[in-house]
């Protein structure tokens, strides 16, 4: 590729947001993919072309969209068209970094799942994540069988590669998890109060909290841990029956005496809206799951259960309660 074409592909990155995303996704994705050696056939010759050639194939399938489709599904994505796209992104990155790279230094694929899409990630030690909507999953590019070790912000479901001898620790910004070989549910969002770990199989041990008495405390199968952000209460408690923490796998909400405003996220989150609830109408409880409806469907189950009106103008969707609401 020509100085020229290079300069014309940074413009392109920086006028179309969705390209550049993809490709700094792509960019990340390799860092990974060549600290298991992936990669170990690939020389700094390659170059953009790849990454290009890659997108312009997409563009010639979807003539009649108005728009390239440039974010990836995991589910429907082959992996040989996600292997070209990472020797794309592996040439314009050894042909337009500023500053070499030491081979001690580690880089970080950092993979976010948008609202309304979960998403599979399989990592070199063969653990297997289920990622779900609105999560970010940090790897760095030393990962390997002796080190296990990753960052979330969200949801996952963990099935972890039994390996006594090296632990594989789940980092979140405000609790850290110890496992050996383990099956578990870890939802630890941002903008939710508790970070809920719910272990089907093996056992965890928790670490890096702000109250001292969770380091070393262990969970059991069939075990729920709840800690609380705000004010470090930390509980263990039998999980119930039938327990709804990983319903989203299949594709399905349950929830069970949620207040509103709980439940109003986790739907923002499955359908991508944004849902404005009225004050008085928050801490309505609700028990139900929520299957194959549209998010409009739902809504108006909701309505009909209490009375409050909904309006909505394209993802944004207005919850006020009617004037006969008590």
Known sequence: MS??????????????????????????LWAVSSSVGINEGVKGGFEADHFLFGLRNKKEQHLKSKR?????????????????????????????NSQAINDEQVLYADTYVPKGEKSELTLPDGTHLIINADTRVRVPSNFSAQNRRLWIEGEAYFSVKHDRNHPFLVETPSINVEVLGTSFDLSCYADDEIVTTVLEEGSVRFSGANNVKINGAMLKPGETARYHKPSGV????????????????????KFKDMPFHIL??????????????????????????????????VMNHFAIATPFNVETRGKQIKVTAKKNFK
């Open 3 to 28: 100085a020229d074409d290079r300069a014309t592909f940074r413009k392109a990155l920086e006028s179309d947001a969705e390209l550049k995303k993809e490709f700094i996704k792509q960019k990340n």
């Open 68 to 96: 390239i489709q440039l974010r990836l599904n995991a589910y429907k994505v082959a992996a040989i068209l996600m292997f070209g796209l990472l020797v794309g992104s592996i040439g314009y990155i050894l042909n337009n």
């Open 234 to 253: 930390f509980k263990i408690q039998d999980t119930e029956e039938g327990t709804l923490a990983s319903a989203w796998k299949n594709g399905q909400l």
């Open 264 to 297: 109003a996220r986790k739907i923002e989150r499955l359908y991508d809206v944004e849902i404005e609830i009225d004050d008085k109408l928050k801490f309505e409880r609700y028990t139900g799951e929520i299957n194959s409806e549209t998010v409009w469907a």
